[in-house]
């Protein structure tokens, strides 16, 4: 038979659901799994967005939608922008997808020719590393290094960068690092992007998720909320830049699939809508009407679990810091830890992080536990030169959960 498509074979995936099923097997043979590898907030969709979303249906609104969304949801999301980013966003500047990888997809397809270059952080999200191999573009990582805080250091972005650059990917807060970028490096970013005229793709998913250094207050139909700092605040930089943002993270609605771009580049929305006709034509109305309903002056429920996060956060870095041969780094920023595991794999002779990953999911054969987590290796291709070894643990599920998980951990690498 004729061979299948050369740029498929280049595309990667997300381990994060890739290694769902050895988890799952594990289970099935009997193992009890502490789950700490998923970013799935643990709470539920708020009472708002549930009760819009119902009457949405008894008005039987099944039918197909226009393909950018509702009118109503960009306005709302267009408040919201305007809040949170200072920018004002006219609706039709709003396009709404299935979740944030549509956004990515339709970024780098429009924007980017074989052979242009994209620099993307690593380790990071590897939808920007799989997207940009399929299109054939020379992929330009970047590693985002501990002692940095998991941010790009501006000296090797400089390097990196030149008129061959087509597009630059942000994101921050980050996925697996918790990193965040400051004003200071979003100055340099901005300088960068005007000399050299190269889009950026900012994923700002987790931006309400924001702790500590770095959060900025603003206030949203008279709520306060701490959010980070964006390359939007930035002089002449919303002309450059495509805006990535959803509705899974900070209201719980993984399921739901609700993401959207926003840009002030009218030929790249245009293209962009062209994009969303060709490869998913609506969202569901239901969906779209509690996302709407989330937006609105209620923001209790959102800002409770940001609480949370917090609290959990410090809970586990105090934990991990205590487990010889790991070292946590504090984020400041999305639900996630990325503790250094480098003294525990030496010491217990495993090659990588992707070992001791495999272990720790069976660690105890006589009493059938484990608990699952991710490792450097599902977060992008490992660099030449990259030594030190990381895991990723969520801290979006439940506290009981994580403390749990944790102390298996310890138990694992300290028997």
């Given at each position: 038979?004729?061979?299948?498509?050369?740029?498929?074979?280049?595309?990667?995936?997300?381990?994060?659901?890739?290694?769902?099923?050895?988890?799952?097997?594990?289970?099935?043979?009997?193992?009890?799994?502490?789950?700490?590898?998923?970013?799935?907030?643990?709470?539920?969709?708020?009472?708002?967005?549930?009760?819009?979303?119902?009457?949405?249906?008894?008005?039987?609104?099944?039918?197909?939608?226009?393909?950018?969304?509702?009118?109503?949801?960009?306005?709302?999301?267009?408040?919201?922008?305007?809040s949170t980013r200072g920018v004002a966003y006219h609706p039709d500047e709003i396009i709404m997808s299935p979740?944030?990888?549509?956004?990515?997809?339709?970024?780098?397809?429009?924007?980017?020719?074989?052979?242009?270059?994209?620099?993307?952080?690593?380790?990071?999200?590897?939808?920007?590393?799989?997207?940009?191999?399929?299109?054939?573009?020379?992929?330009?990582?970047?590693?985002?290094?501990?002692?940095?805080?998991?941010?790009?250091?501006?000296?090797?972005?400089?390097?990196?960068?030149?008129?061959?650059?087509?597009?630059?990917?942000?994101?921050?807060?980050?996925?697996?690092?918790?990193?965040?970028?400051?004003?200071?490096?979003?100055?340099?970013?901005?300088?960068?992007?005007?000399?050299?005229?190269?889009?950026?793709?900012?994923?700002?998913?987790?931006?309400?998720?924001?702790?500590?250094?770095?959060?900025?207050?603003?206030?949203?139909?008279?709520?306060?909320?701490?959010?980070?700092?964006?390359?939007?605040?930035?002089?002449?930089?919303?002309?450059?830049?495509?805006?990535?943002?959803?509705?899974?993270?900070?209201?719980?609605?993984?399921?739901?699939?609700?993401?959207?771009?926003?840009?002030?580049?009218?030929?790249?929305?245009?293209?962009?809508?062209?994009?969303?006709?060709?490869?998913?034509?609506?969202?569901?109305?239901?969906?779209?009407?509690?996302?709407?309903?989330?937006?609105?002056?209620?923001?209790?429920?959102?800002?409770?679990?940001?609480?949370?996060?917090?609290?959990?956060?410090?809970?586990?870095?105090?934990?991990?810091?205590?487990?010889?041969?790991?070292?946590?780094?504090?984020?400041?920023?999305?639900?996630?830890?990325?503790?250094?595991?480098?003294?525990?794999?030496?010491?217990?002779?495993?090659?990588?992080?992707?070992?001791?990953?495999?272990?720790?999911?069976?660690?105890?054969?006589?009493?059938?536990?484990?608990?699952?987590?991710?490792?450097?290796?599902?977060?992008?291709?490992?660099?030449?030169?990259?030594?030190?070894?990381?895991?990723?643990?969520?801290?979006?599920?439940?506290?009981?959960?994580?403390?749990?998980?944790?102390?298996?951990?310890?138990?694992?690498?300290?028997?």
């Amino acid at each position: 038979m004729k061979s299948f498509s050369k740029a498929y074979q280049r595309i990667g995936t997300e381990n994060a659901f890739a290694v769902g099923p050895e988890i799952a097997a594990r289970i099935k043979e009997g193992y009890d799994v502490t789950k700490l590898n998923i970013g799935e907030p643990s709470a539920n969709i708020a009472d708002t967005a549930t009760e819009a979303a119902i009457k949405s249906f008894q008005n039987h609104e099944t039918h197909y939608m226009p393909s950018g969304g509702t009118e109503s949801l960009r306005i709302a999301i267009s408040e919201y922008l305007k809040s949170t980013r200072g920018v004002a966003y006219h609706p039709d500047e709003i396009i709404m997808s299935p979740g944030a990888k549509g956004v990515i997809a339709g970024t780098m397809m429009i924007l980017v020719d074989p052979g242009d270059e994209v620099i993307y952080p690593t380790p990071s999200y590897p939808i920007y590393e799989s997207i940009a191999s399929y299109i054939g573009a020379k992929l330009m990582p970047i590693e985002v290094k501990e002692e940095k805080g998991f941010r790009y250091d501006i000296n090797d972005l400089k390097k990196a960068v030149s008129k061959k650059t087509k597009l630059l990917v942000i994101n921050s807060p980050a996925n697996p690092t918790g990193g965040v970028l400051e004003e200071s490096d979003y100055i340099e970013i901005a300088k960068l992007a005007k000399k050299y005229d190269f889009y950026i793709l900012a994923d700002e998913i987790y931006s309400r998720l924001a702790y500590g250094k770095g959060v900025r207050m603003v206030i949203h139909k008279g709520n306060k909320l701490p959010v980070t700092h964006s390359i939007l605040n930035q002089p002449g930089m919303a002309q450059r830049t495509i805006l990535m943002d959803g509705f899974s993270k900070i209201y719980a609605m993984t399921g739901l699939r609700l993401g959207f771009a926003a840009s002030k580049m009218k030929k790249f929305m245009a293209d962009f809508l062209t994009f969303a006709i060709n490869y998913w034509a609506c969202l569901p109305a239901p969906c779209m009407a509690g996302a709407e309903a989330v937006l609105g002056k209620d923001q209790k429920d959102a800002q409770n679990e940001v609480k949370l996060y917090e609290e959990k956060r410090d809970v586990a870095v105090k934990m991990l810091n205590d487990i010889e041969g790991i070292k946590c780094h504090k984020p400041n920023g999305a639900f996630y830890l990325f503790p250094n595991v480098t003294g525990v794999c030496k010491r217990l002779k495993l090659k990588d992080s992707e070992a001791l990953r495999k272990y720790l999911l069976t660690f105890d054969a006589k009493g059938k536990r484990g608990v699952a987590v991710l490792s450097r290796q599902h977060f992008g291709k490992k660099l030449t030169g990259e030594k030190e070894e990381y895991i990723r643990i969520s801290f979006a599920g439940p506290k009981k959960d994580l403390v749990e998980g944790i102390r298996r951990i310890k138990e694992a690498v300290e028997k």
